[in-house]
């Protein structure tokens, strides 16, 4: 039995699997996110550990076993999240910051981003860890402190502090590693003022990382991976040109790459994979556009009722929805634009502005895939959002290819599984969207989208 743990920014999901990866059982708990100032995001690096530790034991009692019957865990995590904790105490000094937090954005303009393009396969964004450290360490005495991102602080803890280690994947977002040996750069260390000693180990993404404790019972660590890696993983993406989109808070594309570490082209992200390098597009922004039409407007009472309320009107008559509410990622990585909608008359209903959100979502993705050096053939879908049928065949309609929605929609926590069990696997597709919509009607599609993102460009700028 193999517990697969989906550390994620909202919440966390355990699944338990057999040797087949088969779900046997699942829990899930919420993980709340604050945010104390514009553009700020933080999350209490406690509640992490707390979500991990009440998912597990919810999956444990669907699965209808206990602790000690598991034989390993492998973990995903949302990757760039930065935490700072005292070695002895094991408690963090500040709060995690979140990847989507923004307030490091004036420090990344400053940096020499060639250097940093050149060296870590990334751009200089406040969206990777380094900065957000650099930020903490103004405000702390590094003396006795260890860094981590979110899986560096599940092992911790899983390990009462015997191992502080971190996964090729995720020191790959960092900022602070080489893209092309895979360790801690001297260079960007002194950049960041970052001292060594603060620093995890770096692993291999399947290596054994000895036994942990997790609700008492001794259990083996195995399988370490950034969740869209290990998405990129369970949808069985190992050869280049093979892709996925996860669509879950964000976004993301990842391609496979094979082993080639050279610097990737404009607009996207080189990054480590569980096996390999990838090609990746980071959308800041998708579900949580819809969360926040639910949270912050009160136009949902439920994410799941944005399709019915999509369909229930022809077109979003004009309507269009950009989601940077944190800036926009991949491919145009503008920390200072703005979230906005264009387009409203008297005759605009809710039902027009969720259809607009859900069609935001699908224009970024697409803006990823254009980036692409070569399209794939297929994309593989996974995530909460893969639920939407609106929303997936949109996105089929826009990209003019396949869209192969997994049937299970955790595959990030059975990439993690498989990692585990030291195999490779594919999810089984469970639907599939073929393009509709006519290359011509597709065109006109994107040119609105085109101009509503310049205003929300500019927007930021003024």
Sequence with gaps: MILAVDQGTTGTTCLVVDDDLHVLGRGYRELPQRFPRPGWVEQDAEEIWLSVERA?????VDARIAASDLSSVGIANQRETTLLWDRASGRAVAPALVWQDRRTAERCRALDA??????????ADPYFSATKLEWLLERHDAEGLAFGTVD????WR??????????????????LCSLASLAWDDELLALFGVDRGLLPEIVGSNESLGSGELLGASVELRGLAGDQQAALYGQGCHAPGEGKATYGTGSFVLVHAGADAAPPPPGLL???????YALEGAVLVSGAAVQWLRDGLGLLSDASESEALARSVSSSEGVVFVPALTGLGSPWWDADARGLIAGITRGTTRAHLVRAALEGIAHQVADVVDALPEPPAVLRADGGATANGFLMQFQADLLGVPVEVAAERETTALGAAALAAGRGARVAVGATYEPRLSRDEAATQRAGWRDALERAKSAGAS
């Design 152 to 155: 560096s602080w599940l092992v």
């Design 270 to 276: 080189k990054t480590a994979a569980a096996d390999g």
């Design 158 to 175: 899983l390990t009462g502090g015997r191992r502080h280690v971190t996964d090729v994947t995720n020191a790959s977002r960092t900022l």
């Design 56 to 60: 597990a034991e919810a999956a444990l």
């Design 114 to 123: 060639a250097l940093i393009r050149e060296r870590t396969g990334l751009v």
